[in-house]
């Protein structure tokens, strides 16, 4: 899933407090917000943004290609069953601690009617000059900028980091996915590698992972094939097995899952596995990307 300044967003929670904040953030990166929703209060503005009681309401005065969430755990379900009724097909929920039968019920009806989900818990995405949706700090010059570098991360602020790093060392993005930390997701590493292997603006891809799950590792098999380069950090490395660490995703059981399981598929598929974030900006001009500028302060 990727974004573009075009595209007709609605923000599901916008009379929330979170809700503006960021809307007034989005926008203030290219974002066409056409519409906010929240039950009951229909008939607002929040900042010249009109407000619906629904995404099915809204979606009767003029078509909505994409939603984003910021509503509770419990009413996440339903707020996902509105946007895929309401015709939406991008779909970025922010939410945590969603139940997972919820997580695999919106899932599969997104499936259903061909509509993709980013999350649950992501940061969302970021498409530097064009639009961002979510929560990422996409304002921030020293963070996001135009350029020809795919990041894709299960975790926000390790993919901040990671931006700013690539930024300091003279790159800029083509775009930003954040998947989101939740064992059972919308959007997997695979899915977020393909889109920006076939994505014209991108020349190579960044690959921020974690321990836990096996995403990275089902990911590698596509990987093998690419013809852009890849280069990934798993972190987490040094926890011990069988501990949760941060997002409810990052617990290793068994053999796959680990960090150096991750390591040892990614780097038998042909991606250039570092050890720190600060080593991704060398790792890519090591296979054959140049900066955009020689130094940024």
Known sequence: MLIKGSDRVIVQGMTGRQGRFWADRMRQCGTTIVAGSSPGKGG???????IFDSVQDAAATGPLDASVLFVPPLAAADAVLDAIAGGVRKIVLLTEHIPYQDTMRVIAEANDAGAQI??????????PGEAAVGIMPGTATNIFRPGRIGVLSRSGSLGTLVCLNLVSDGFGQSAFLGIGGDPILGTTTLDAVRTLDEDPGTDAVVLVGEIGG????DAAAYIE??????????AGRSAPPN?????????????????????RALTQAGATVVDLPSQIGAALESAGQR??????A
């Open 243 to 263: 501990t949760r660490m941060g997002h409810a995703g990052a617990i290793v059981t068994g053999n796959r899952g680990s960090g150096e399981s991750k390591v």
């Open 214 to 217: 096996v995403m990275e590792e």
């Open 118 to 127: 980013l999350g649950p818990n992501t940061a969302g995405l970021v498409v």
């Open 44 to 50: 607002q503005e929040v900042d010249g943004v009109p």
């Open 291 to 296: 900066p955009l500028v020689s130094n940024v």
């Open 225 to 234: 094939h690419m013809t852009k380069p890849v280069v990934a950090f798993i």
